[in-house]
């Protein structure tokens, strides 16, 4: 059974870049899309964006201009790097797998990791 | 952008009665192709979300038959036919037509 295990720095100062890696074990990266979803403290969650094994991506319109999304086949990880920080990006981030119907060919997060507290302060 | 509104945002339940969560999108969430673009999930106390219903009625595998989604175009309904103490949580919809939206979330709690 896929599992996702985000990692990355668990601070992060203003303005500088918040850089994540999702690890997908027990399963292969291919041929799938893999997103990013992050649930600030106390609130709702809000969608970054996805990314297909083969690198085209989709990107939340509000988060486009900070936000590349990327994938490492050889290592089974894909990653997320948002420039530019602020107290707003302070968050809960998680890592998913889309997965789709047949026939369809429609896509739904079928696959959650546990999510990783990202701080935004100096 | 596709807005989408949950009511009601709070939502306390008697074990074995019925209960409904709605859904409104600003727009549209028909596809082409017919099918409405429209997800509900649940996230548990201290857990991630999980997917409940995808493409606005379809059930999730290994998802109870007690969770039913229904609806089209802008207006959408989660229905839980005889809640158990474990459907606690905050139930989401999300919108899929365009780019993807989730709503604000609805916090289910037993009387």
């Known amino acids: 059974q896929v599992q996702l295990q985000e990692s990355g720095p668990g601070l992060v100062k203003p303005s500088e870049t918040l850089s994540l890696t999702c690890t997908v074990s027990?399963?292969?990266?291919?041929?799938?899309?893999w997103s990013w979803v992050r649930q600030p403290p106390g609130k709702g969650l809000e969608w970054i964006g996805y990314?297909?094994?083969?690198?085209?991506?989709n990107y939340n319109p509000s988060l486009r201009s900070r936000l590349f999304l990327s994938v490492d086949t050889s290592k089974n990880q894909f990653s997320l790097s948002l420039t530019s920080v602020t107290a707003a990006d302070t968050a809960v981030y998680y890592c998913?797998?889309?997965?789709?119907?047949?026939?369809?060919?429609?896509?739904?997060?079928?696959?959650w990791g546990k999510g990783t507290s990202v701080t935004v302060s100096s | 952008d596709i807005v989408v509104t949950q009511s009601p945002l709070s939502l306390p339940v008697t074990p074995g009665e019925p209960a409904s969560i709605s859904c409104r999108s600003s727009e549209s969430l028909v596809h082409i192709n017919g099918n409405n673009y429209l997800d509900w999930y649940l996230q548990k106390p201290g857990q991630s979300p999980q997917v409940l219903i995808y493409?606005?009625?379809n059930r999730a595998s290994g998802v109870p038959d007690r969770f039913s989604g229904s609806g089209s175009g802008t207006d959408f309904t989660l229905k839980i036919s005889r809640v158990e103490a474990e459907d606690v949580g905050i139930y989401y919809c999300m919108q899929t037509r365009q780019s993807r939206t989730f709503g604000q979330g609805t916090k289910v709690e037993i009387k």
């Open positions: 998913a797998r889309l997965s789709s119907s047949s026939p369809n060919y429609y896509y739904y997060i079928g696959v």
């Open positions: 027990g399963g292969s990266i291919s041929p799938y899309y």
């Open positions: 493409m606005g009625s």
């Open positions: 990314i297909y094994y083969s690198g085209n991506t």
